[in-house]
T-cell receptor, first 110, second 114 residues
Framework: GQNIDQPTEMTATEGAIVQINCTYQ??????LFWYQQHAGEAPTFLSY????GLEEKGRFSSFLSRSKGYSYLLLKELQMKDSASYLC???????????FGTGTLLAVQP | DTAVSQTPKYLVTQMGNDKSIKCEQN?????MYWYKQDSKKFLKIMFS???????INETVPNRFSPKSPDKAHLNLHINSLELGDSAVYFC?????????????FGSGTQLSVL
């Protein structure tokens, strides 16, 4: 089976840096995704990691360690609009499906 | 030019009724999905179709019946609605075999069963 864990909530200050962790256990692994979901809206793609290491995209970076079953999403220079849920999702398993974690609700405060 | 569009956006109905949600994608993707997001915001896969064929069917009550008339459409019909069916249902699509199975989501259908 697959199991994905991430913190339920986090709070950070505008302009700061925040790291959202995700650990996973899966029977097959074909990649890890991070999605952002604002309240009342659809999830939108942020990043994809399939090899170990850091992927950087502007203010957002995502890291993967396959041997540790671990990933993090790093958000720099936080803005109020970054307040949202951040969903870690693993692609894999016997039927190659995208399984989501419960999401981390990030609140950015002034 | 919405990439993945689903209708209706809101659906309020009584217990026991039958309702349908429609989804269409214009991205040329070959795989479509239905996800359910409950009140705790947990996004759970229900079904997946690849080129009109069912490839993933999670443990979903058989009151839920997906139908894919072609690879650009995936509809969800729900019979005998129950209170526990209240949730947001998201349609999504992706292109398989690209090495990056990125999902594009529709805007969601908020179903409220009274």
């Amino acid at each position: 089976g697959q199991n994905i864990d991430q913190p339920t909530e986090m709070t950070a200050t505008e302009g700061a840096i925040v790291q959202i962790n995700c650990t996973y256990q899966t029977s097959g692994f074909n990649g890890l995704f991070w999605y952002q979901q604002h309240a009342g809206e659809a999830p939108t793609f942020l990043s994809y990691n399939v090899l170990d290491g850091l992927e950087e995209k502007g203010r957002f970076s995502s890291f993967l360690s396959r041997s540790k079953g671990y990933s993090y999403l790093l958000l720099k220079e936080l803005q109020m609009k970054d307040s949202a849920s951040y969903l870690c999702a693993v692609y894999g398993g016997a039927t190659n499906k995208l399984i989501f974690g419960t999401g981390t609700l990030l609140a950015v405060q002034p | 030019d919405t990439a993945v569009s689903q209708t209706p956006k809101y659906l309020v109905t009584q217990m026991g009724n039958d309702k349908s949600i429609k989804c269409e994608q214009n991205l040329g993707h070959d795989t479509m999905y239905w996800y359910k997001q409950d009140s705790k915001k947990f996004l759970k896969i229900m079904f997946s179709y690849n080129n009109k064929e069912l490839i993933i069917n999670e443990t979903v009550p058989n009151r839920f019946s997906p139908k894919s008339p072609d690879k650009a459409h995936l509809n969800l019909h729900i019979n005998s609605l129950e209170l526990g069916d209240s949730a947001v249902y998201f349609c999504a699509s992706s292109s398989t075999g690209t090495g990056e199975e990125k999902l594009f989501f529709g805007s969601g259908t908020q179903l409220s069963v009274l």
